[in-house]
């Protein structure tokens, strides 16, 4: 008996005996499974049905504008320019990088609750209060998080293992004309209780630190945002409208904002670092965090971070010079000190740690590196060379 077979006559059997019918006999019997039968292939041809709908919602330009009208209907649109075209701005300077493949429109919504959410469609808003919590750095960072969700597709692969999935191919069967309009719905609630996976999360932040770091922010902002949502929200929050998050499968702020602080110092060729809310460049403290205004010492140690590495990741480190309470590098501020004292004690150190043995030790490994993968190289092409020279030899033997 054939495979599809044996599943349709367990599935019948499983059904007589849940039912208490008993056995009624061969002819019953085949009764039943052919009417299984019926309705297994009747539920796969509505969730083909139901699946290509889903990607007519996500694909196309006429999903999105479905989608556009059914969220914003859902979480109401900011009706202020300023608000508006910062989003715009922002969300354009990531989107025009190289990586970014998909085609998006964004928001900003008036609730005053910090966060953000990308559904099917291609569809991000942006509420108010995350436009008011935090800079343009930080805003792009949790915005390329938000597309990192779109080009995985994290959306779509969720809404089609959703339960509520289940209603839509039941309306797939009985009624194919209302799909459009349901499916619309299922996608715009799914949106509101998503719970992405760790390892959903975790490719959208990396998608974020790289969009951060191609449109030329300063890559500390994708760690100072994260300490800003979980220093308002707790260390459990996620992103997306009105999540229920399960603690046991989520990945909590304080690890997300360690794996940027990594990110950071790969970035920077493993020269820079940051440990609490003190920055090292090739292991020597340089910089210990200052509160001031919105930011933490922690927050303000990230940014420094970043800027010095972009320089390293740019090969671009220039002579620190302290200039009243800045220390600066290549004509820009690294940062503003409390005192014009600590600001020529990090300059110090900073020059210190930028000439060290530790300094030299990395650049020596990165040559070392070089060297291999360029030895490599050489023999792959060498490889390359005899191969061709015995297929050669050959057909002129031949």
């Known amino acids: 008996m054939k495979r599809w077979g044996r599943t349709v006559l367990a599935a019948?059997?499983?059904?007589?005996?849940?039912?208490?019918?008993?056995?009624?006999?061969?002819?019953?019997?085949?009764?039943?499974?052919?009417?299984v039968f019926d309705v297994l292939l009747g539920g796969t041809l509505a969730m083909v049905t139901v699946n290509t709908e889903l990607s007519r919602i996500d694909d196309t330009d006429d999903g999105q504008q479905q989608m556009l009208e059914e969220r914003q209907k859902n979480t109401g649109y900011y009706n202020n320019y300023a608000y508006q075209d910062r989003a715009k701005r922002i969300f354009e300077s990531l989107t025009d990088t190289p990586d970014v493949k998909r085609t998006y429109v964004v928001y900003v919504t008036p609730e005053e609750d910090a966060n953000a959410a990308m559904s099917l469609g291609r569809v991000m808003s942006i509420n108010k209060g995350l436009m008011d919590m935090m800079d343009d750095a930080a805003i792009a960072s949790v915005v390329g998080h938000e597309i990192g969700h779109g080009e995985n597709k994290d959306a779509i692969r969720g809404i089609r293992k959703s339960v509520a999935l289940q209603t839509a191919v039941g309306a797939a069967t009985a009624n194919a004309g209302g799909l459009s309009v349901l499916l619309g719905n299922v996608a715009g609630n799914y949106v509101n209780q998503q719970v992405f996976s760790v390892s959903q999360e975790k490719a959208a932040d990396e998608w974020g630190f790289k969009l951060l770091a191609d449109a030329g922010y300063n890559v500390g902002a994708a760690a100072v945002a994260m300490a800003v949502l979980r220093d308002k929200y707790g260390d459990l929050y996620t992103d997306g409208l009105g999540q229920i998050v399960n603690p046991n499968n989520h990945p909590k702020m304080s690890q997300r904002i360690l794996d940027h602080l990594k990110r950071i110092e790969d970035y920077s060729g493993k020269h820079v670092s940051v440990t609490d809310d003190v920055v090292y460049v090739n292991k020597k403290p340089v910089y210990t965090g200052e509160a001031s205004g919105q930011y933490t010492g922690a927050m303000r140690a990230y940014l420094v971070a970043g800027k010095l590495a972009r320089y390293y990741h740019d090969n671009n480190v220039g002579i620190p010079v302290a200039q009243g309470n800045q220390v600066l590098m290549n004509g820009t501020s690294l940062v503003t000190l409390s005192s014009a004292d600590k600001s020529v004690t990090m300059e110090q150190d900073l020059k210190a740690a930028i000439d060290s043995k530790s300094s030299k030790k990395v650049k020596a490994d990165d040559k070392s590196k070089a060297d291999k993968k360029d030895k490599k190289a050489k023999v792959k092409a060498d490889t390359k060379v005899k191969t061709d020279n015995t297929a050669a030899s050959k057909a002129n033997f031949e």
Not at 12 to 35: N, V
């Open 12 to 35: 019948a059997i499983g059904l007589t005996l849940a039912g208490g019918s008993g056995f009624t006999g061969l002819a019953g019997f085949k009764a039943e499974a052919a009417g």
